[in-house]
């Protein structure tokens, strides 16, 4: 049987800890972990939370029984409710339970420490396995088939834009020659692929297939799509004194993370207003001061907090009509800054 919490160190958990859990000390509040995993963060917040309930959601169904599980464990079932779907579904979550607005919510983005540990999934270039990288295994969606069938110009794409790797062509192009002949079947056959395309000089620190591995993760899982369009859905269901707590791990994610929460930092209107009116002041208040980083103790004792960013918000007034509208209407980040700009 798997202990959880031998495979599972949550990061930043005190910080994460004390910023969700001022919101969570009325009677009735409730909390929403949206990337539940083994449910490091949430039982802390339940703890540290008495009066407080918890929705867990995760895609991954062996991670949502084993979370299920600890909270058993941990005397705290009776305050959680698991659900099994994707985070850009937390509308639905919400509707489904007749729940209107919650108190906090929790993301901790990127891969868990089960994905990452059960190394037959193949997210990790350390161990060879087939290319899966699927966190919900009910999609039909996996590396493999992202690398057999999507074009040189696609694959180029998803390596430049989610894995910044500089040798995107070259990757891509020998990832295509091979397979016409040899298909394309394990992490470590890509492993060795890129190693032999990228110039030992203009190697990354550590392993050269990071970028690529990360690039194919966030395909395969549409992670960026569904962060983007999760965030607009959080902040119209979020209660006034209600907190956004957010951990990215690399800076694709930060930076949706910090551009969506931006919107309702700022007040909306032309930088030489003389008065700005009630409607249109600042909604969010910013709780981090830009990000929280782990400091060298908790990188010492896990490495995979070496990049993380935690950012937090507090709603502090309600969201005006109209942003709530743009929030409905837009799919990703890009729309709602581009509607925040015209006003």
Same mark, same amino acid.
């Given at each position: 049987m798997t202990d959880v919490t031998t495979i599972h160190q949550p990061v930043l958990l005190r910080e &994460?800890?004390?910023?969700?859990?001022?919101?969570? #000390?009325?009677?009735?509040?409730? #909390?929403?972990? &949206?990337?539940?995993g083994l449910a490091g963060h949430s039982t802390a917040f339940l703890k540290a939370s008495p009066e407080?309930?918890?929705?867990?959601?995760?895609?991954?169904?062996?991670? $949502?029984?084993?979370?299920?599980?600890?909270?058993?464990?941990?005397?705290?079932?009776?305050?959680?409710?698991?659900?099994? #779907?994707?985070?850009?579904?937390?509308a639905h979550v919400l509707e489904d339970r007749n729940i209107d607005v919650v108190d906090a919510v929790f993301m901790d983005l990127g891969l868990s420490s089960l994905q990452i540990d059960e190394t037959?999934?193949?997210?990790?270039?350390?161990?060879?396995?087939?290319?899966?990288?699927?966190?919900?295994?009910?999609?039909?969606?996996?590396a493999r088939q992202v690398l057999s069938e999507y074009s040189f110009a696609d694959l180029v794409r998803i390596f430049r834009t989610y894995g910044e790797e500089r040798f995107s062509k070259q990757i891509a192009r020998e990832?295509?020659?091979?397979?016409?002949?040899?298909? $394309?079947?394990?992490?470590?056959?890509?492993?060795? $692929?890129?190693?032999?395309?990228?110039?030992?000089?203009?190697?990354?620190?550590g392993n050269p297939a990071k970028r690529v591995f990360q690039a194919l993760r966030i395909e395969v899982n549409g992670e960026l799509d569904k962060l983007a369009g999760t965030l607009p859905q959080i902040a119209n269901h979020l209660a006034v004194g209600g907190r956004l707590v957010v951990e990215s791990y690399h800076s694709l994610e930060d930076k949706t993370v910090k551009t969506f929460m931006a919107q309702g930092l700022k007040a909306d209107v032309p930088a030489d207003m003389p008065v700005?009116?009630?409607?249109?002041?600042?909604?969010?208040?910013?709780?981090?001061?830009?990000?929280?980083?782990?400091?060298?103790?908790e990188i010492a004792m896990n490495p995979r907090s070496a990049s993380v960013r935690l950012r937090a918000v507090e709603l502090i007034r309600p969201i005006p009509d109209r942003w709530r509208k743009r929030f409905d209407r837009g799919n990703d980040y890009r729309t709602m800054t581009r509607q925040g700009r015209r006003g």
């Open positions: &994460c800890v004390d910023l969700v859990a001022p919101a969570l #000390a009325k009677p009735g509040a409730v #909390a929403v972990d &949206c990337t539940l407080a309930r918890l929705i867990g959601i995760d895609r991954d169904v062996e991670a $949502l029984a084993l979370a299920t599980r600890r909270m058993e464990q941990e005397g705290l079932a009776e305050r959680f409710i698991p659900v099994h #779907a994707a985070f850009d579904e937390f037959e999934r193949g997210f990790s270039y350390s161990h060879d396995a087939p290319l899966d990288m699927r966190m919900d295994v009910t999609q039909p969606l996996t990832i295509v020659r091979r397979r016409e002949t040899e298909p $394309l079947t394990t992490s470590g056959q890509l492993n060795r $692929l890129v190693d032999e395309v990228v110039p030992q000089a203009h190697r990354p620190a700005i009116p009630p409607d249109m002041q600042p909604f969010f208040k910013e709780l981090t001061r830009g990000a929280i980083k782990a400091d060298e103790t």
